[in-house]
């Protein structure tokens, strides 16, 4: 049982560059999302879904984009990359939606835009 | 905007002895979490409690919930070095059904 993965753990990008991180989860929870953590700040919700076909905006939408197409996976794209965001990414996963339980964090994406 | 701010923002101790964090928010909670980050690592769910709930255990670990104050409490027991790590507090708002962090106490737990 992986629990949620995500891939690559590392990233360096230049500014103008776009790509995709990607993240999927085994347990067959319906709630996933993307947080991004930067020091000083604690985390910072980007987007999120409760279930295949549905997303929506967190606390800190703008540069990113999101689908869900399948229950197990939620990529995170970056359009056109900047500096301000570089940062850690986390996804997590969750069996509840309207009442959040238990989150499940996968090891995290640490990005690097030069 | 952050929901839940930690207090204090680092804490050193020596291992045997007790560690208390706290956590105030702003709005209304359907439930609060604590989370633990080692460092590197993805965060781990540690314990929930439901806004009609008080007190929770789990092992060496107690929360307190006071919605009167708008705060929590995290106090873990006889501390050892591998409780070392980040902690956080999250809450899910009423109505809402995502979790928001806030910053952190970073624990350090001396040999």
Redesign the interface.
Known sequence: NAGVTQTPKFQVLKTGQSMTLQCAQDMNHEYMSWYRQDPGMGLRLIHYSVGAGITDQGEVPNGYNVSRSTTEDFPLRLLSAAPSQTSVYFCASSFHTQDTGELFFGEGSRLTVL | ??QGEEDPQALSIQEGENATMNCSYKTSI??L?W?RQNS??????LI?IRSNEREKHSGRLRVTLDTSKKSSSLLITASRAADTASY?C?T?RSGY????????TMLLVSP
């Open positions: 905007s952050q359907n439930n979490q989370y590197g690592r993805g965060l781990v769910h929930l956080f999250a899910v059904s995502t979790l928001t962090f806030g910053k952190g």
